[in-house]
Structures are given as C-alpha cells and as structure tokens.
C-alpha cells in the first residue's frame, strides 16, 4: 500500500492537471466555436479515440498486464516482448488510419467533420506507438513517466495550441488538428524512456536479452490482447460512440451540447484514474502470486477513498448542472439536464471502484471484452430509440443504461471468478454515510436557492465541512488513518 500512496499522489497531481486542462479545452471550444463548431471538434475526437482504441489494439493493456511478471520470471525475454508489443501497434495504427479516411467518406454530407478525420489520419499510428509505449514506463519503471506525458504535457498542450488556433483566425478543422499534435512527440519521448528503461533491466545468471519473441512470449501476448482489443474499441465507443450519433442523428449543435456534458463528468474521475495508473500492475502481481487477500484489501482501501473524493463532485454536478456547463456561454445551459442524468450515472459507476482494472489484471481480457458487446448493444439500441425524442438526454439515458450493464457483470465476475468481495469492507457504508452528509446540505441549499454558483459553492462548502466531520469520527470506517500513514510514509516521516 505505501506503493500507492508514493505513486498515487504523482498520478493524483497529473490527473488534476490533465482534468483541469480538458475541462479549459472545452471552454476554449464553447467560448470561440460555440455549440456547432465544438460539435464538429467533439465529433472528430471522438472518431480518433475510438479509431486509436482500435490501433493500440488492447497492447497497452497487455504490456501493464505482462511485463511486470516477465520481469520476474525471465527479464532477459523483455526487449522482444516490448518489440512484440511496439511494433504491431505501428501497423494496426495504420490500418486504424485508413478507416478514418474510409469514415470521412460517409460523412462527406458534412464537410468541416470529413475535413478534420482526413487531416488527424495520419497522426493515428504514431498515437498508438505513444499509447503501448507510455504503457509500457508504467509497467517497468513506475507512473512518472507516464504520468509526466499522457497526463501532464499532452493535456497541457492541447487547450493552449486550441486557443492559439483560434486566435489566429482558425477554424473548428484547424482546431481539430491542433489536438493530435502533441502525439508525435509523446511517441518519441515514450520510446526514448522505455528504452532507457530496458537498458538498466538486471538479468538473471547466465541469460541474455533475447532479440525476438519466442514462440511462448507471442502466444501469451496475443491470447491476451486479442479478446482486450476487443474490449478497448468497446470501452472507447462506450465513452465517445453517443457524441458521434447525437451529431448524425441530431446535428452538430446536439453533438456540441453533450459532447461538452460529457467532458464535465471526467472531472469526478480524478481520483480514481490516478490510482488506476498506480493499482494495475499491482494487481497484476497479487493475483499471478494468487494472494487474494492483498489483491482484496488494495481493491476495498482504493474503492473507499474514491467514493470519498469522488461522489461529491457528481452530487454537485446533478444538483447544479446548469451553472456548471454554462461556463461555456448560455447556449450551453440547454445541456443541464444531460449533465445532471451523466453525473448520477458515474458515480454508481464510480462506486464499484477499478473493478475493471481487477477483471482485466486477473486474466479474464476475453470475459471483459464480452461485456463490453452487452454494454455497447444496449447503448447503441437505446441511443437509436431515445435520441430521436429525446435528443441528448435520451442520449444521456442510453449511456448510463450501458454503463450499468457494464460495471454490473464486471462486479459479479470479479466476485465469482476471482474471488474478491467487491462491496464488503465497509463500502456501502461509506457511500451512505458520504450521500447522506455531502449530499443533504447542498441539496437544502439548492432548494432553498437557485441553480447558480454562489449558490453552488456555499453547497460545496457546507457539504464538504458535513463529511469532514463525518469522516473524522468515523476515521477507521473511511481509512482514514491508513491513508494518513501512507503519506507520512511517503514524505520519509
């Protein structure tokens, strides 16, 4: 556990950082391109992370999965397994390239959306290289550096070359391409620190660094990967698939209105990203060694404090939804209760903790990948049915139905086939206790006042003084004391 807190308080710092900068990329959009032009911008991202989901192909995955025991068992066999994993990243980002061009094709109706796949193409190999390599500094040298590109200088990036775009007269294609430019870069520095990393890798007596994968090394890589590529292009259209058919089925308007909901509801997923970042390969190692119980408690301790820290922001989000996306300009306002509908769906997603992190980290990638089918056939079906009538709060509907869906057969599955007690250790009390203490005050504030943020942070202040007294009096409930060790720990008291 102190491995947790030294890495996870790196992660924390990059998750705020890159939260925040999405969240300031999103205002660039909504204050200079307005709802259709983010629209179009939302569109065009959310094509080319479903297309890099599909051109990482799950090696990401696998390299966080594999690597780690590999530097156990044979570390002499781990440059050809990082070749095995790079190298198939480059070419299926390829092919992941093409079908973006194939896809500006079929929505050549709309021209800025077609405009922008052709012209972020090319950067999508280089962004898959990025992805494995990135992945792989995690699995072999900690989160720094991961951290440092993906969650730091990547998301900094972006909101400064947007602003810079538009304020030379740039339109929302330029802004679109603005954003896959800090790809190419994290490749390069992946790869040089990955490598760096392999350089000063101990051998074992009497082995040698082997220079191609044998047979084994390929077969474990991809008996893994391959039902997990499955499951990442999934995963991807689970979280970007809806900002696509709310553009074609109702328009860049509707795709800019959800598109920007959707982007406020990462911010509650701070915590629980960067402990993700820190607890995979953990798991990897506790439940290869088949220790269940420590795999157990890291799942428990992690799912309780991202309740904590978590839920709260999603309460805030739910009850003050207009104030929050009408930042961007009042026409934003329209998406307030898409937003409130988003915000209660991710934080019972959010109550399960990693549980997906533990489903994938004990082998069971081909399980994960078939529930992500279910997840995105029920998204899909509703998102046709819903949005037409609805428009983006039926999209809304459809998405927190598939998440559920999701995270509901994730739970069941770690429970059964690994062993773990998803919601034991006190869990649901927590999350009572932080409903009921957090979420009571403000929502008597909001009652009392309007949905506008003077209001909003007198119920963020109220509520958080609630819990904090809650928390302090149950502080072995909320592991608490636990959590102030590992700091203390962690600063060499």
């Known amino acids: 556990m102190g491995s947790v807190a030294r890495g996870g308080a790196f992660a924390l710092l990059g998750s705020v950082i890159s939260a925040v900068m999405g969240l300031l990329l999103v205002v660039v959009l909504g204050r200079v391109l307005g709802t259709s032009g983010a629209g179009v911008v939302f569109q065009s991202i959310a094509a080319f992370t479903i297309a890099l989901s599909l051109a990482k192909f799950g090696l990401d995955t696998t390299a966080v999965w594999l690597l780690p025991r590999l530097r156990t068992e044979s570390p002499g066999r781990l440059r050809a397994a990082v070749a095995g994993l790079i190298l198939p990243a480059f070419g299926v980002g ?3 390239a093409g079908g973006l061009l194939v896809l500006s094709r079929l929505v050549d109706d709309q021209d800025q959306l077609a405009d922008s796949l052709v012209a972020m193409s090319w950067a999508l190999p280089l962004a898959s290289i990025a992805l494995v390599a990135l992945a792989g500094t995690r699995a072999l040298g900690g989160v720094r550096p991961f ?3 993906q969650n730091i200088l990547v998301p900094t990036a972006r909101p400064l070359l947007a602003w810079l775009v538009t304020l030379a007269g740039g339109s929302a294609v330029t802004v679109a391409i603005s954003w896959v430019l800090p790809l190419p870069v994290a490749a390069v520095i992946a790869l040089a620190i990955l490598f760096s990393q392999l350089r000063r890798v101990r051998l074992h007596p009497h082995q040698y660094n082997a220079l191609t994968a044998g047979r084994s090394i390929t077969r474990r890589i991809w008996g893994y990967t391959l039902p997990r590529a499955v499951s990442a292009v999934l995963e991807e259209s689970m979280r970007w698939l809806d900002v696509l058919i709310v553009g074609l089925l109702a328009g860049p308007t509707a795709a800019g209105l959800y598109g920007a909901a959707t982007r406020f509801t990462n911010a509650g997923m701070i915590l629980s990203t960067s402990l993700r970042i820190v607890v995979a390969p953990m798991y990897s190692q506790h439940l290869g060694n088949q220790d269940i119980r420590s795999a157990n408690h890291l799942y428990t301790v992690t799912t309780i404090w991202i309740i904590t820290f978590s ?3 999603y309460i805030l989000l739910t009850l003050f939804g207009g104030s929050m996306i009408g930042l961007l300009g009042e026409e934003f306002r329209e998406g307030a209760l898409a937003l409130s509908i988003l915000a ?34 029920v998204n899909v079906l509703l998102l046709m049915a819903l949005v037409p009538p609805l428009g983006i709060v039926g999209a ?5 139905a598939g998440m559920l869906v999701d995270t509901s057969l994730a739970l069941a599955q770690v429970h059964r086939k690994v062993g773990l007690k998803p919601l034991g250790g006190g869990v649901v009390t927590v999350l009572a206790l932080t409903v009921l203490a957090f979420g009571l005050p403000a929502l008597l504030l909001r009652t009392l ?12 202040a109220l509520g958080a003084t609630c819990l904090a007294v809650v928390i302090w009096r149950k502080q072995h409930l909320f592991q608490l004391e636990e959590l102030v060790a590992l700091l203390k720990r962690r600063n060499g008291n």
């Open 344 to 377: 209660v769906g991710m934080a019972m997603v959010l109550c399960a903790g990693n549980i997906q992190s533990v489903l994938l980290m004990s082998g069971h990638s081909s399980v994960a990948a078939l529930n992500k089918v279910a997840a995105v056939t």
């Open 94 to 96: 390829l092919v992941g």
């Open 311 to 313: 839920v709260p922001v």
């Open 147 to 149: 951290v440092t590109v």
């Open 396 to 400: 809304a509907l459809a998405w927190v």
């Open 449 to 460: 006042g309007a949905d506008t943020l003077p209001t909003m942070l007198a119920g963020a």
